[in-house]
């Protein structure tokens, strides 16, 4: 089955504690991306990814890293999160870019 | 820089009703894509439409259709007839080329509530 799956999709963490939250996608997809959704705030983008070693900043880049080493994983990393990071996080995929984007079922990050 | 603004915060119609959803955009680059997504209650993103800047062909789809119009930036969207079932929160987002070359802006979205 086509997916883009993402781990853990419950996380309660706590200030500084660095965390990966995981995304794979099995379609041989160029383009992947991360988006965090706040309510009223719609979904921001904040890294996005052409191809392998390819990543560019989106919207909101502040206090997250992401790597891209293989085509299927692009992990999004928090290195000293904080409250204001709690969050809705979607990961997902598309052929190229400007195409439909593929989401995977988003991850609830809590940070106190 | 590029924007997507969707105006409208919550709309609430009856069944049965028609319900237009507004989408303005903003980008200086002429190759763009634009998109319609849905997230019902359940939480998940459903793609809803594509579209490109050099098609500005309106599109129907069963109950819902699309109305692109470049010379006023807007990507509105329309659903005929609403049923309970349309009941989500709906996003535009935009895809450009150029100087944001691949960056993909979503509007704040617009939470639709159909009433039985």
């Known amino acids: 089955e086509a997916q883009v799956t993402q781990n853990p999709r419950y996380l309660i963490t706590v200030t500084g504690k660095k965390l990966t939250v995981t995304c794979s996608q099995n379609m041989n997809h160029e383009y992947m991306s991360w988006y965090r959704q706040d309510p009223g705030l719609g979904l921001r983008q904040i890294y996005y990814?052409?191809?392998?070693?390819?990543?560019d900043k989106g919207d909101v880049p502040e206090g997250y890293k992401v790597s891209r080493k293989e085509k299927r994983n692009f992990p999004l990393i928090l290195e000293s999160p904080s409250p204001n990071q709690t969050s809705l996080y979607f990961c997902?995929?598309?052929?190229?870019?400007?195409?439909?984007?593929?989401f995977g079922p988003g991850t609830r990050l809590t940070v106190t | 820089a590029q924007k997507v603004t969707q105006a409208q915060t919550e709309i609430s119609v009856v069944e049965k009703e028609d319900v237009t959803l507004d989408c303005v955009y903003e980008?200086?680059?002429?190759?763009?894509?634009l998109f319609w997504y849905k997230q019902p209650p359940s939480g998940e993103l459903v793609f809803l439409i594509r579209?490109?800047?050099?098609?500005?062909q309106n599109e129907i789809s069963g109950r819902y259709s699309w109305n692109f119009q470049k010379s006023t930036s807007s990507f509105n969207f329309t659903i005929t007839a609403s049923q309970v079932v349309d009941s989500a929160v709906y996003f535009c987002?935009?895809?450009?080329?150029?100087?944001?070359?691949?960056?993909?802006?979503f509007g704040q979205g617009t939470i639709l509530t159909v009433h039985p």
């Open positions: 997902a995929s598309s052929p190229d870019w400007g195409y439909e984007q593929y």
């Open positions: 579209r490109n800047s050099f098609d500005e």
């Open positions: 987002a935009l895809c450009a080329g150029g100087t944001s070359y691949g960056k993909l802006t």
């Open positions: 990814s052409m191809n392998v070693e390819v990543t």
């Open positions: 980008t200086r680059d002429t190759t763009y894509y």
